[in-house]
Structure formats: C-alpha cells, structure tokens
C-alpha cells in the first residue's frame, strides 16, 4: 500500500483543475432529492465526458498472468475443455457468425443470433464451469431505476434459484457480457500503433459509453473493486476490467478462426471459474445476507413504525422525550442488551442461535426510538427488490441496503452513503462508501473531523470509525499504470514499449488532442488572500502485419485504415487517470438534506449554522472546507430543552444546518508555507464554485471563495424552492449554475450570467431584476379591477439579504481587478511610441525600387485619403501607446472587499437577519419548481475532447422505465 506521488511543477499552487472532475454531472452533489428521468444516450455522453482517457491498454497474456496467474491450470483445463469439446463449441460459435442474406444488414438481428448461440453453447456444453450464461437483452432488471439492459452474464450457479431470466441481474452478475455484430464501427478501443486506445469516432465513443454504463449498474448494485466485462464484438472479443480509476482493456482477438482461436476465449473463461472472489472484484468486506440471516430479518423489523419515534418538524414542542432516544450524538454507545438475551446473534450472517422474531410478539421496547424521518429513511433503503449486505468497517458490522445516494458515472470517487445499523449498538448511523485521492498529503476525511471534534465545533459529523478498506489493500488497477503508477501498459500495433510516449499528466483542460493549451504561469497569476487574513486582493481497433497488430490477433475483415498524417499522435492513454484507494467512514448524525428546509427564514438560519461553522474551522483548527454545495449542507433537528426563570422546562425540535462531507478539506498554508498540489485534479462541486477560482483554476481557493459558494448555494435554494417573480426558474438555473464559457487556450469559465451577478453586483436575468416575493403576486386581472391596491405586498427580506451580499462580492472583485491591472503594468517594460507613416516613408531604402514599391503598395491599402496624407507629413503626428487611466476602487469598496476576507461580516449579517423574525413571511416557501422542468436542448458530442461546454443535467418527474427505454 504505497500513495502515489503527484509531480510538482513550479507555480502550481493548487492540483490543477480539470473540468472533467467538477463532477458537473453528478445528480445528488448538484441537485439532491432531484427526481431525474434518465435518458441513456445523454447519461452516457455526461458519464463519458468525466471518463477521457482513463484506457489503459494491457495485452491479453499479460492480462491473464497478472489476474489469473495460479488459475492457468492446464491440466484442469484440458480436462473442462477435451479437445473435442473445443471444435465443437468453435463450430457452432462460427456458425453464428455466417451470414445470413435476410439477416445481412440487421445489426440487432445479428447480436440477437449471436447471444441466443452463446446461450446453446453454455446450456449444452456449460462455457465457464461453476456458472450460468443468463442472457438479459430483452428486458429490464425490475429493481433498476435506469433500465439499462446489458445482453448477458455469467451468474454462480450458487444463486440459480434467484436468477431472474432474460432480464438483467445486476446484484447477481459476476462476469458481465456485452455482444455487438462485428467492425469497426462497433469497437470501443482502436489496436492501430501510435494510436490512443480510446476511438474517438463516434459510434466507438458511444459504444465504450455503453459499456461503461452497464459496468456502472454493476458497482451499483453490488459491492466490488473491478468489474470483469467480455466484449465480444462479431467474431472478435476483449476482456476489460473496469475499477473506479478507469479500465484495462486487452486487444481485440479472433475466436472463431480456427479451433485454436476458441480454445484462448475458453482459457479465460475457465481461468475466470477458478479464480478467487478477490480476483473477480468481489469487495470481501461486504457480506450478503440472506433471508433467514439474523440481520435481514432484524433489519425487516426495525423498518417498522414505531409508536414512541418523534415528529420532527421544526419548532414542534414535544411534552417529553421517550426512554432511550439520543438527545446528543456521540462517538461511542453501548453495546445492546439484546444480544446477551439472545434475541439476536452476534454474527449479523448467521443463520440460527437466534430469537425466533415471528414468536416475540411486540418487540417496540426493544427498538430505540428516533425521529420518524431517520426510519423512513432505513425502511426506504431496503426494499423487498434490494439485496442487503453486511460492511466492515475497523472490525465492526454495519448493515445497509440501498444507498441514499450514489454518483451518476463509473469513473471518480464512487461515493455511496447508507443509513446504516451498527449491529453492536443497535442504533442507526451514516456510512459513506467511497474511494479517495491516494495521494502523499491527501488525507483522509475521517483525520480531518478528529480535528475538528476534538475542538467541539457543534455542526460538523460526529466521528464513529474509519479506515482504508481491508487494511488499504483495495486499491484501484488502472491508476497503477498512469504517470504516477509504478506499471508501464502495453503497447497495440507492435511499437515498442519503450518507445511508447507517455504524456505527462494534463495540467488544465484541453482544446484538442492534436493541439494542447498548457496551464498559466503563477509567476503573473495574483495571488488569493489567504486563510490568516494576511493577503491581497486580486484578479481573476486475420490478416495484419505484425507492425499494426499485436501478434496472435488473427483480426478478420481487412486492414484499418492508417491515418496519413505526418504529425505524431500525442498518446494521452492513462491521463485522465486518478489513483484511488477504497475508503468508508461512519458518522453517528443521519441527517435531513438541505433540500427540505420550508421557509425563507429557516434557510438563511441552516446557512447561518455552516458558516459559523465554516469560520470555526478556519479559526479554531486552520483547515478550510474547499466544497461547500448544496449537497454537503444538511440538515440536523435536534432536540432543545430550555428551562426558564420559573424552573419550567420546554423541549422543542429544532433545524440547525451541519456542513459534511470534509474530503477535500486541507489545512491553511502557514505563514509563507507554499501550498503544493496534492493529486493530479482537483474536485469540486462546479455550480458552487466561486467565479474567481474557476476563471483562476491554478490558485488555492480562500476564504472569499468560500463565502461566494455560500451565496451561490443560497441563491440555488431560494430559487429553486422559495416564491419570486421569477418566470422560468429551471432556465435561470441552468444559465447561472450550468452554463460555461471557454477561454482563448481552451481553458473552462465561468458561465456569464454567473460572472455577471456576482462582479456587478446586481440579481437579474436577461438584464432584468427580479426579486423574493413573501406573498404571490396578484394576477394580473385584478391589478385593473376593483379600488386601487394601497399597500403592496411587504418584500421579502431575502431580497437586501442578497443585495447586501452582492454589493461586497461586487466590491470585492473590483479590488481584485484593481489589483491585477496595476501587477501587470508593474511587470511591463516600458511602452514606446508607435511608428508612424512618415518614419514608414522617410526610412532608409534597402534599393532604389523597394520604397517605391512599399509606397504603391501603401496606396493601393489605404486609398487617395492616405496618398494625401503622405504628400503632407506635417499632418502627421506621432501617437503614443498609452494604457487608460486606472480608477482606483474608493475607500467603502476597499472596506467592502476586506470584510470578506474572514467569517464575521457575513456572520454579523445573517445573525441580524434572523434577530427580526416577524419581518419574515410565512408563504414564501412554494415547493420544487424544478419539477417536471426539462431542458429544452441537447448537447451533441464534439469531436475534439475539451470542446464541451458543461452538457445538461436532465431534470424532470421520476417515470418508471418501460421495456425497451434504454439498451
């Protein structure tokens, strides 16, 4: 277990930016408790476009020795595989491939003939000894929100009772299959020398999408660390193996040639059989339970209502809190009573030396009492469709089912969270799933809230346990062999390895791959303010020659044809890759999102809470958040007990907002300490984001970009949920928090609405205001019936809430320009006098006729005016390049941008806000109005990487898949 090291490059004060892992397209960082329509083709292109360049090529040998080596067992496969066993299994796979003349030009036809042939074979001759092929093409998995339909897998025998038949099993799949019909077209990578093994042409594209996606419902469902995928395309196949940092993908090889050609399929498939659940990818930490497992049933149990869990609505005044529930959450509790009764097992897989449950009668007293929503949240997780799983983490069992939430694409951090029981205690927790950074100086989040629990900070995740998976051994394959790994991939097409070019890991976003933008200087890049308040403020793929096929191919068809272009390709194979080790972590507090809050008032209070928070981390502990989103505020009630003067006691519920989620989290620079990349890209949360470290990707994010984000979240929620007289709220979202621009070296920006919001202070759209309603507007109607209206509505006050915000954040990048421009001058030589005509005219000739001929030529260009101009030099004068006179941001700008330069201005503002609750309208509060919003366009797919502006984000009322939606 050895952390990578990023390469550091001089000025590069912060892991490069990549647009790709904004994670732009992730639904619950963006938009949780979103419902979303998915649409296949468009989750494909988003999960793709955070995937580039994450291939890494490895030859099918080198394949078979690296994962498979002790299941080579010749003998025990001569023995599955006689040969005539083999030439029969090889005729009748060739068979299948033989074409057709009603068939010719049907593509799913052809895939149809060829998985139901693959399913002859399996049923009469059994292809990988140990499993079934189930073939699933024709209908969805019912328990599959997306219904992806992947045309096969190779289940375990051991769960042949559960096999649900022609139609996915993504919890039970273990070797997953996808058929197309053969060409090129239909080949995700490309095998050609000197080319990448990712095929940007567009329907490969599309199919490795594909691929991906099915791989995606696979980590899904189940708990792995690889996936194993047979991609037979035609008379060609190619083992590929997907883990969170991307996939190792051999080279396309014949199996239907000759016998021998189908004797290398069935050596991987009995060396698959063979191999250990590690080898497959099966995450061994994680532990199904069956359903006469002591866990599952207790888990069925304590889904159940419970008479004694509390309301927890904010403000409800409780009369008493019942017998056992937690009032503060903390890091360690009790272990259960019920296990020294027996009423449960020690060990949650068990199967006897139990209660019998159905016999217990009303089991309420021993079920600890909780807030309805954390229940519903459990029941919710396990339904009757889900298979449920024991994890361990640091030795103890916690027992989850669905996940809360999940990431959109296969590729990145894979971060799962789970309503968890922690078996010993008996009480419910949060688990978060998740694999991390593993970089030298990359911490843990786990480290980080021990710090900050230990300080006492009150909105911060209460710490249980945490650990690197199996003790850090569940490391992610193909990061091994990007620029940082110790492994070197093969090389298709013959090239020697060694002289393969390795491109060193991508700095910033690209333009194209034949054409490379390299990431600004910090040398002339103004510096942020830091955290100490020290700082400044400033701007902003049969027969092949060996030299194009790697041997033992036998490729039919004919050869691919070469690029003619003299120009080398930039090999890019591996540089989109992240080294991530597995990762859990469990909290005590399970929380509300911050999408449920109901008023006005209660979020500018939950906002309140994080950043007091947010100043206390910094203040107390020196570590900045780096990733304050929507996602990552939640919401915590807790109980208040107030006892007055009289000795009366009142107990209440009450929300207070909790920031989480701390992985990015990274202590503040000590005094002149030079703060260095941690890892090859830097994550966050792109609609979040301040406007200054996205135009400005190279410069650590300080404490004025992380109050910006708490403005941009506000302006989200309020938006999103709170009534305005804004018209199209879906469109305002996406053009302020979706939308992007690209700079002039390919680089991502900021969308302009966005920019323009915050650099000149004022909330509009299309140029025009808008503004916070406490009460709906009247119609229109009766604004011209009846008496006069003499007393408008009363504003809300969110509305000089943001004006205030704004006008800082305004003054704040004027100083930050400022700034900037008066750097620039400083570092510009001296600016000489432009040449004028008549120097042009007067100089020195180098012969007689080269001055007559500039002179037609001046004619010819400017005309008679300028002729005349010529004949009369003293008309002329010498003008001098002078830059425009710099105004100098005033003194209350100045003020303005200082104040954001620590927590307590926007401490002091909200607090005021919330001192006048009766100014505070109680119907602002109108629900989700990006429901059932759709965006009205598409994004296509360019051909170049780096040419996408940031695609859309699906947003609509959740529908049910029908059979046939999605392939």
Not at 251 to 267: C, F, G
Request: aromatic content about 8%.
């Amino acid at each position: 277990m050895v952390a990578h090291k990023q390469p550091q490059s001089d000025n590069v004060h912060s892991s490069p930016a990549s647009v790709r892992h904004y994670q732009t397209r992730d639904h619950s960082r963006n938009n949780p408790h979103l419902s979303v329509k998915h649409n296949a083709p468009t989750d494909r292109q988003n999960m793709m476009s955070d995937a580039m360049n994450t291939s890494i090529p490895l030859l099918f040998e080198n394949m078979m020795k690296t994962y498979f080596p002790e299941s080579i067992d010749s003998d025990g496969f001569d023995d599955a595989f006689p040969e005539d066993k083999i030439r029969r299994i090889h005729a009748k796979l060739d068979e299948a491939l033989k074409p057709r003349a009603a068939d010719s030009t049907d593509k799913r036809r052809k895939e149809k003939i060829m998985s139901e042939t693959w399913l002859e074979v399996d049923t009469a001759e059994t292809l990988c000894p140990g499993y079934s092929l189930n073939i699933s093409e024709n209908h969805p998995d019912n328990a599959d929100p997306k219904g992806l339909k992947i045309d096969g897998a190779m289940i375990s025998t051991l769960f042949k009772d559960a096999i649900k038949k022609n139609r996915p099993n993504y919890d039970l799949d273990d070797l997953a299959i996808e058929f197309k019909s053969g060409g090129t077209e239909n080949d995700a990578w490309d095998d050609r020398a000197k080319k990448n093994v990712e095929s940007m042409a567009d329907t490969r594209f599309k199919v490795r999408g594909q691929l991906m996606s099915y791989g995606e419902r696979h980590f899904y469902f189940q708990h792995r660390t690889g996936l194993f995928m047979l991609f037979v395309n035609g008379g060609e196949f190619r083992v590929i193996r997907w883990d969170r940092s991307g996939c190792i993908v051999t080279e396309a090889l014949n199996y239907i040639e000759s016998p021998d050609h189908t004797k290398k399929l069935l050596r991987f498939l009995y060396a698959y059989s063979q191999a250990t659940p590690e080898q497959r990818g099966i995450d061994t930490t994680a532990t199904r339970l069956s359903r006469d497992s002591c866990g599952w049933q207790w888990m069925q149990k304590l889904a159940a209502a419970h008479a004694k869990d509390l309301d927890y609505t904010d403000g409800t005044v409780l009369e008493s809190v019942p017998e056992g529930f937690v009032i503060k959450a903390t890091r360690d509790a009790d272990d259960s009573p019920l296990f020294a009764s027996n009423v449960l097992a020690a060990d949650p897989t068990a199967t006897m030396g139990f209660a019998d449950f159905s016999s217990l009668g009303d089991t309420s007293s021993m079920v600890t009492p909780v807030f309805k929503y954390v229940r519903d949240l459990f029941r919710e997780s396990i339904p009757e469709t889900w298979t449920c799983y024991s994890l361990k983490v640091c030795g103890r069992d916690y027992l989850v089912g669905k996940p809360t939430f999940a990431p959109h694409g296969l590729v990145g951090r894979g971060t799962r969270g789970y309503v968890a029981l922690e078996w010993k205690t008996q009480r419910f927790v949060f688990l978060k799933d998740a694999w991390r950074p593993f970089y030298d100086g990359v911490d843990p989040e786990g480290d980080t809230l021990q710090i900050l629990n230990a300080a006492h900070l009150p909105f911060v995740p209460m710490l249980v346990c945490h650990e690197d998976v199996d003790k850090g051994n569940q490391e992610t394959h193909a990061s091994e062999y990007s620029a940082t790994g110790t492994k070197k991939p093969d090389v298709f097409g013959g090239q020697k390895q060694e002289d393969r070019p390795i491109a060193p890991l991508p700095s910033r976003p690209k333009a194209s791959r034949s054409q490379r933008a390299t990431a600004t200087s910090g040398g002339s890049t103004p510096a942020l303010p830091t955290s100490d308040g020290q700082h400044s403020l400033d701007g902003t793929g049969v027969s092949q020659s060996s030299d194009a096929r790697s041997s033992g191919t036998g490729r039919s068809g004919g050869k691919r044809a070469r690029s003619q272009t003299k120009d080398p390709v930039e090999i890019l194979d591996g540089t989109g890759l992240r080294h991530l080790t597995h990762y859990r972590i469990v909290v005590a507090q399970v929380c509300l999102p911050s999408t449920a809050f109901t008023s006005g008032i209660q979020l500018v209070r939950l906002l309140w809470n994080c950043i007091d928070t947010h100043g206390d981390a910094v203040e107390q502990c020196n570590i900045l958040h780096r990733d304050v989103s929507v996602g990552n505020i939640l919401i915590l009630p807790i109980i208040d007990i107030n006892v007055n003067e009289m000795n009366e006691e009142s107990i209440s519920v009450v929300w207070g907002g909790l920031l989480g989620d701390w992985e990015l989290a990274k202590k503040c620079p000590d005094g002149n300490e030079q703060p260095k990349a941690r890892q090859p890209h830097r994550t966050g949360t792109w609609y979040y984001m301040s406007v200054y470290s996205v135009q400005n990707p190279s410069i650590p994010v300080s404490i004025p970009d992380e109050l910006e984000s708490f403005l941009h979240v506000l302006l989200y929620l309020a938006i999103r949920y709170l009534r305005s007289d804004l018209q199209s709220p879906g469109i305002y979202i996406d053009d302020y928090f979706l939308a992007s621009g690209k700079g002039q070296d390919g680089s991502i920006l900021c969308g302009a609405l966005k920019r323009q919001v915050v650099t000149k202070g004022e909330l509009v759209f299309n140029d025009e205001p808008f503004n916070f309603l406490s009460v709906p507007q009247p119609s229109s109607e009766s604004l011209h019936d009846g008496p006069p209206i003499v007393n408008s509505p009363p504003p809300s006050p969110l509305n000089p809430l943001i004006e205030d915000l704004l006008s800082h954040f305004k003054a704040l990048y004027a100083v930050r320009k400022y700034d900037a421009e008066v750097k620039a001058r400083q570092l510009q030589p001296a600016v000489k006098p432009l040449p004028s005509l008549l120097d042009t005219i007067n100089s020195p000739p180098a012969s007689g006729n080269d001055a007559k001929n500039r002179l037609l030529k001046m004619r010819h260009k400017f005309g008679d005016a300028q002729t005349r101009a010529m004949a009369a030099p003293q008309a002329i004068k010498v003008r001098s390049a002078t830059a425009p006179e710099l105004k100098e941001p005033s003194d209350e700008e100045k003020k303005k941008a200082t104040s954001l330069a620590t927590h307590q201005y926007l401490r002091d503002l909200f607090f005021s806000y919330l001192e006048v609750e009766s100014a505070w309208p109680s119907e602002d509060y109108v629900g989700d109005q990006l429901k059932g919003y759709v965006r009205s366009d598409t994004t296509k797919r360019p051909r170049l990487e780096g040419t996408t502006p940031m695609p859309p984000i699906p947003e609509a009322e959740d529908v049910s898949a029908q059979p046939g939606s999605a392939a």
